[in-house]
């Protein structure tokens, strides 16, 4: 069988600008379709039914001035007309405009009309737009369906969009007649039940993610507890036991923390219910059970809590690479090379020792009054590969040393050489070039008492 949705409309444009479309002959047997509207949506669906091989009636209130915006196969005229031609009728207004229908309230009858409008805002009290037309026509078959139907996806078919059409009505016949049409048209109705459910079915296209509401509030739970945990036990806890400040690590840090825990618990929460109803049938001796309402809806959100869960790591994954091009961590990675390097030279004896003087640096351990600063002046040069008898050094920069080393000494074998450190001054450095570092200069005194003469 051949699918409709998949069918190529638009076939060219005609000299007086209406378009053909590809085996539009209309089916002897088929109902005459009506459409009063000449919106977007009208337009779409014209095209839509004229290609599914119906024969289309737009009624408009000025059939002269959108003639040339349907097909040529579709005929436009007037809204009484259009009504007594058609066996079926879509209303495309507005709903604030059905009043403006009623001289055709005799017209219409005893014929089928499909209501295809939508609310502006989520109606849970006042009466359907469906209900509403009810109500001005009596004596006709209402039919609610296609509002959740977009004119694009009437265009393009179901490549862009979905399939379902819902359907509601208290004439079971008129809504097979509907059905038909959208089996026809390459759609897949669904059936509701009476027109009370319209007031459901014209809600839908107002909902914005129905089914990521709860897995987005679970994250969004799960992230402010465990930044509250770690904001208390990194951030606060110091600051009120050792009067230590670390609340520069609130943006990046502790959000780096809390992401992997967030994700874990929400991958957690992926597999748990599969246990449980596994639980729950093995417990009831059967799978023909239905589970609990909130079980069976804890089901169907796992996929979007498996989304939740991986959003979340790849966020903890990019925290995690901007963390080495923070001032601080460079700050931290270079006193731990500086530290290294000094176990390394000791061991050696390529360095001279200081008395007294511990091989970190100034600001390892902080004198009181001297708060940590978040750039560091260092500059570290890795080593590079070296052949034929060259050397291969790097050197560590550093402004603030108050010590002398030796020059650096050539390797004699190739490849990666050892590090070596070496100062730029003989003597410490004077008042000035620490007074930048830091804003009190008493801060330096013990670490600077500690440089042999």
């Known amino acids: 069988m051949p699918d409709e949705m998949a ?3 638009i076939l060219e444009r005609g000299d007086g600008g209406a378009r053909h479309f590809e085996d539009a002959v209309p089916d002897p047997s088929s109902p005459v379709i009506g459409i009063l509207g000449t919106g977007d949506f009208s337009r779409s669906l014209a095209r839509r039914l004229v290609a599914s091989g119906y024969q289309v009636v737009v009624g408009s209130r000025t059939p002269t001035r959108f003639v ?26 507005y709903p604030e405009h059905h009043s403006t229908l009623m001289d055709l309230k005799q017209t219409l009858a005893g014929k089928t009309l499909v209501d295809v409008s939508n609310s502006l805002s989520i109606n849970h009290k ?21 509002n959740t139907v977009s004119a694009w996806t009437l265009q393009m078919g179901a490549r862009d969009g979905g399939r379902q059409v819902f359907l509601c009505s208290n004439s079971q016949t008129a809504k097979n007649l509907v059905k038909s049409i959208c089996h026809r048209m390459g759609f897949i109705p669904v059936d509701m039940g009476l027109l009370s459910s319209s007031l459901e079915i ?22 402010i507890f465990f930044y509250l945990y770690n904001f208390i036990r990194d951030v606060l806890y110091p600051f009120i036991t050792e009067h230590k400040s670390a609340f520069y690590k609130m943006p990046i840090e502790v959000v780096n923390v809390t992401l992997p825990s967030v994700a874990l618990v929400m991958l957690a929460l992926v597999y748990l219910p599969g246990l449980l109803a596994a639980f729950l049938q093995l417990w009831s001796g059967t799978k023909y059970n239905r589970f609990p309402n909130w079980l069976d809806r804890w089901l169907l959100s796992r996929k979007q809590l498996g989304l939740c869960s991986f959003l979340c790591a790849v966020l903890h994954a990019v925290y995690s690479l901007c963390l080495p091009l923070r001032k601080s961590a460079q700050f931290k990675l270079s006193n731990m090379a500086y530290k290294q390097m000094c176990l390394v030279s000791r ?9 007294g003087w511990s091989c970190t640096f100034p600001w390892a351990s902080w004198p009181s009054g001297c708060s940590p600063c978040w750039r560091s002046p260092l500059f570290l040069q890795l080593p590079a590969p070296s052949t034929g008898g060259s050397s291969a050094s790097s050197s560590l920069h550093l402004v ?8 650096p000494t050539r390797s004699s074998t190739g490849g990666i050489g050892p590090l070596f450190l070496h100062g730029t001054t003989s003597t410490c450095p004077p008042h000035s070039s620490w007074s930048w570092f830091c804003p009190s200069w008493s801060c330096w005194a013990a670490q600077r008492s500690a440089c042999p003469a």
Request: glycine residues 4%; aromatic residues 14%; contains cysteine.
């Open 202 to 223: 014209e809600n839908l296209p107002l909902y914005l993610f129905p089914s990521w509401r709860l897995p987005v509030l679970c994250m969004l739970i799960l992230f």
């Open 126 to 146: 006042r009466p359907s737009n469906a209900e509403l037309l009810a109500d001005y026509f009596p004596g006709s078959f209402v039919v609610k369906g296609f």
């Open 400 to 407: 603030t040393a108050p010590c002398s080393w030796p020059p």
């Open 68 to 93: 040339a915006l349907f097909p040529e196969e579709a005929e436009v005229t007037t809204q009484l007309e259009a009504a007594n031609k058609a066996d079926l009728i879509f209303v495309a207004v």
């Open 7 to 9: 069918r190529r409309l």
């Open 347 to 355: 061991t050696l004896g390529w360095m001279r020792k200081c008395g």
